[in-house]
């Protein structure tokens, strides 16, 4: 397996699951372990890469949940465990291939560590069917607007870090559509189209709600505070009311304003700017934090940026993933960082997803990264056990999430 990837585990014996963690950790794999069949299938998601499951568990039947991960079509690399008979782990593998599940690997207990690196090494990951899986992904206006009235949607999370410190300072949420047919749907796939139906107010008081509700749990081993960053459509900074509605929503958790980040994109923001700079000051008077998302994407001359109250710029994943390979790139990036300092904002790089990338903004001065370099987005479960465990190393390497390995 490849590093930050996700391996789910469920066995009603809480140690085996333990002693699968601490030898995945090491490996720099993402590693949750659970004894409940309920909080298993919480947690399992396209993001998961590795599913173990034993077989034989008192009160789960494990035969039963391979039938759900059949069922809901699961694209997760599986491998079964357990002490009883062989015949009976090549049974229920027959059962599992029938079922459409990919069989890569087995566990015959007791196993020891070098069985369970042998497995994790040899996995190379699912098939990669998300692309022409996600092709097939029709969105139907009726199913959109049936899952804003159900509030048919979940967040997944992803940390930002300050690059100098590497302490997470932000956390962004972003929305996932639970939908009926397809499982999780991509926002690409549907905020346009909300936008065009009307409904991306209530898509975001939804978002708002959910995010605002978890910030409680964003903290770093210090008990400081992380902020909350979230995707707000410029249609929102229309409405004159926004500003209090959002205060009421945030004293209701007793979130102070300055913790939460709204990021509307830059384009949205320079088009209406005479209409909405009122909510904006607004915003800012309320000491919410304001992020300039997407930044770079062929719109604006920088000089534009000095209009909008801002806190924070957004570079997009398209510069920073063509920076070290493109001379424009690089250019624009080093100039939005320095610009947006002479500003007084703080600069964020999304999309860094290697070493190298991280190293030329640290030298550049760029404030926070955020990118499937640090880690990806996850569900909240998921993303509070990294956070749990992540230590923010003043070096340049290992910014994945290590624990000491705990003693079994
Ligand atoms: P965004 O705000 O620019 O968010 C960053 C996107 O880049 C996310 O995609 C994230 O998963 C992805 N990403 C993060 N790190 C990396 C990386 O290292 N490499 C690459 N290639 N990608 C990375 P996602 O979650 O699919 O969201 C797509 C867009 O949908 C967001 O772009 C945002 O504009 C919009 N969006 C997401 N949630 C919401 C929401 O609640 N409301 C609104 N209005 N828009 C949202
Ligand atoms: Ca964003
Ligand atoms: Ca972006």
């Known amino acids: 397996m490849i590093s930050n990837q ?3 585990v469920i066995d009603d014996d809480a140690d085996i699951g333990g002693f699968i963690k601490d030898v995945a950790l090491p490996l720099s794999l993402n590693c949750i372990a659970t004894t409940e069949a309920s909080t298993f299938l919480e947690l399992l998601g396209p993001h998961t890469d590795l599913v173990i499951l034993d077989l034989l568990m008192p009160h789960i039947d494990g035969i039963e949940l391979l039938r759900v991960l059949g069922e809901q079509k699961c694209k997760s690399g599986v491998v079964l465990m357990s002490g009883v008979d062989k015949r009976v782990i090549e049974t229920a593998e027959q059962l599992a291939a029938k079922l459409g599940l990919s069989i890569v690997g087995r566990l015959i207990k007791p196993f020891g560590k070098r069985d369970l690196e042998g497995v994790l090494n040899s996995y190379q990951g699912p098939a990669n069917v998300t692309a022409t899986e996600s092709q097939r992904i029709v969105i139907q206006d009726e199913d959109l607007r049936k899952a804003v009235t159900e509030q048919s949607f979940n967040l997944h999370f992803q940390p930002q870090i300050n690059i ?3 302490k997470v300072v932000s956390i962004e949420g972003l929305v996932r559509w639970l939908h009926p047919e397809y499982g999780l749907v991509y926002p690409d796939r549907f905020i346009q189209r909300t936008e065009e139906l009307g409904l991306i107010e209530e898509l975001t008081w939804i978002v708002l709600r959910k995010g605002v509700a978890c910030w409680h749990n964003f903290k770093d081993l210090d008990g400081n505070s992380q902020n909350l960053s979230i995707n707000i459509s410029s249609e929102s900074l229309r409405d004159l009311r926004f500003p209090d509605k959002l205060e009421a929503l945030l004293g209701r958790f007793g979130m102070p304003p300055e913790k939460l980040v709204l990021e509307v994109k830059e384009s949205g923001l ?7 700079l009122d909510v904006l000051a607004r ?10 998302d997407d930044v770079g994407i062929g719109y604006s001359m920088l000089q534009q940026l000095r209009r909008i109250p801002a806190t924070e710029l957004k570079i997009d994943k398209s510069l920073v993933g063509q920076m070290l390979k493109n001379h424009d790139d690089r250019i624009v990036v080093e100039k939005t960082i320095e610009i947006g300092h002479l500003l007084g904002m703080r600069i964020v790089a999304e999309g860094v997803e290697s070493q190298d990338q991280l190293d030329f903004l640290s030298e550049h001065g760029c404030d926070i990264a955020q990118g499937y370099f640090v880690y990806k987005p996850y569900p909240l479960a998921i993303l509070l056990s990294w956070l749990s465990q992540y230590r923010p190393l003043a070096t340049t390497t290992h910014l994945t999430a290590r624990s000491e390995v705990p003693q079994r």
């Open 283 to 292: 915003l800012r008077l309320k000491r919410f934090q304001l992020s300039v």
């Open 270 to 276: 320079l088009d209406d700017l005479t209409n909405t």
């Open 164 to 166: 100098r410190t590497r």
């Open 6 to 8: 996700s391996i789910l």
